[in-house]
């Protein structure tokens, strides 16, 4: 009789329920179906309150190898734990694994506590396809090295929490990586964390190519790695949380539908919108310093409760980064709404073209020092609108963001301003540039003059 059989009897005989225990069901073959009892050392299929174990390197294990299980059970109380893994003292010489695949579209997995281990240079996998797994909990890379990998092609899962485990100490290695193709995934918190006391920092990596995933808080943290490329994402709050200047911590938005409520990135972190991925939208953002940074490419970002002055300071903080030849500029696109975007520097009102209608908006608030943005004329985030905002603007003076820009084409200049309202307004703007700039900036004004000649000359 093993140690939970002589408990479960004296459980029995003091009256109480043998289920509250719980018994430690082991694999002990390389590959078979779950629901065979002789596949386990107990000779029965785990049960509900079990803790069943699947481990290369069990007591029971008749020796180094592989272990693949076919899970085609249908559960209706949750086993206690269920645990994946390659324990320590594995042989290094090969990568073992120990890897559960769920296909049968009737199965069902319901568990506590799920556990995928890794170990030595083994790893610990749940692969599902199909049916359906539900648990309360999932950790994955409890310890120093291998790999930890969740998979999902198909069917659906359900956690209260996934945790991703990295960081290792001294030579550990391995990967930890919670990868979806397909189905439907809904997770209350979904987390990449360091593991505690480690001297590197780990990465741990949320990949999303299909299907649907569904997280309340996502939190991607030091080195950690997001990508979605065609999946499905609905997120209430992402929270990219860099660490140090070599521990960047990387999402990355290639194609798919992707719905973000919050997002807030600290550290050095970047958040990658590829070439054509689009407009992602999202109710708030936050980007804490000049180390985190949103590269936009030919994207846009779409703030419903958008803050102008915020997102002047976060492009002070060079932490907007367009493509060359461009600059990221930001207009209320409707009430409360900011769209950030990158354009031409001059761009005022983000119609992808400097012309006269920019350069009034510039000339209305020429020498206004303080509280200045994007669309009143501030294309250098310093919130003043001056002559370093005219010059970026007469730079692109006439171009359109389809077009490269060349450095100041005066001739496009003057042949836009249409005639005689115009050229009065132009000569009114440089006499008033004159009065404020004349003592100051008298050669920046001459050159402003010798290049308006043209219009001047007009009147
Ligand atoms: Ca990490
Ligand atoms: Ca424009
Ligand atoms: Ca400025």
């Known amino acids: 009789m093993n140690r939970n059989a002589l408990y479960r009897a004296c459980l029995v005989s003091l009256g109480l329920s043998p289920v509250a ?17 002789a596949n386990w050392n107990t000779a029965s299929v785990p049960a509900a309150g079990d803790n069943a174990i699947i481990d290369v390197k069990a007591p029971v294990w008749g020796g180094y190898g592989n272990a693949t ?16 893994v390659v324990s320590e003292g594995q042989s290094i010489a090969t990568h073992n694994f120990a890897h559960v695949i769920q296909t049968d579209p009737t199965s069902i997995l319901l568990v506590d506590y799920l556990n995928l281990a890794r170990s030595s240079r083994g790893h610990g996998q749940y692969t599902l396809n199909g049916g359906a797994a539900s648990v309360g909990s999932m950790t994955m890379g409890e310890n120093t090295r ?4 969740w998979e999902q092609n198909g069917g659906t899962f359900t956690a209260q929490t996934a945790s991703l485990i990295g960081g290792f100490t001294g030579s550990g290695l391995g990967s930890v990586m919670f990868a979806q193709t397909g189905g439907v995934s809904t997770i209350d918190h979904l987390e990449t964390v360091e593991r505690a006391g480690s001297t590197f920092p780990g990465v741990a990596t949320v990949q999303l190519s299909g299907g649907v995933l569904n997280v309340t808080n996502l ?31 990387n999402v990355t938005f290639t194609t798919g539908d992707i719905a973000v409520d919050h997002i807030a990135m600290t550290g050095f972190s970047v958040l990658l919108l590829s070439p054509g991925f689009g407009e992602l939208r999202t109710e708030t953002l936050t980007v804490g310093s000049g180390s985190s940074k949103i590269s936009f490419n030919d994207n846009s970002v779409v703030v419903d409760d958008g803050d102008l002055e915020a997102v002047r300071l976060m492009g002070r903080q060079s932490s907007l980064v367009a493509p060359a030849g461009r600059r990221v500029g930001y207009w209320i696109v ?15 009102d983000g119609n992808a073209t400097v012309n006269l209608v920019d350069f009034n908006a510039l000339a209305s608030n020429f020498n206004t020092m303080g509280g ?11 919130g003043n609108v001056n002559l370093v905002d005219f010059n970026e603007l007469a730079a692109n003076f006439n171009l359109s963001a389809s077009t490269d820009p060349t450095p100041e084409d005066w001739s496009n200049l003057t042949a836009a301003i249409p005639e005689p309202s115009g050229a009065t307004f132009m000569t009114v703007l440089l006499f008033s540039l004159r009065n404020h700039w004349h003592r100051r900036c008298r050669q920046s004004f001459g050159q402003i003059e010798n290049r308006f000649a043209p219009v001047i000359r007009q009147i």
């Open 334 to 348: 409707e009430a409360g709404a900011v769209r950030i975007a990158p354009t031409l520097s001059g761009d005022a």
């Open 69 to 84: 299980v076919n899970f085609d059970a249908q559960y209706t109380s949750p086993l206690a734990s269920l645990k994946i």
């Open 219 to 249: 939190d991607i943290g030091s080195k950690d790695v997001l990508t979605v490329n065609g999946a499905m994402m609905n997120v209430g709050s992402l929270a990219i949380a860099g660490g140090g200047s070599n521990d960047i911590t």
């Open 21 to 37: 225990l719980g018994a430690d069901p082991s694999w002990v073959i390389p590959t078979g179906s779950w629901t065979i009892p």
């Open 372 to 382: 200045m943005h994007w669309s009143d004329g501030d294309f250098d985030y310093d």
């Open 146 to 149: 291998g790999g930890s990998v």
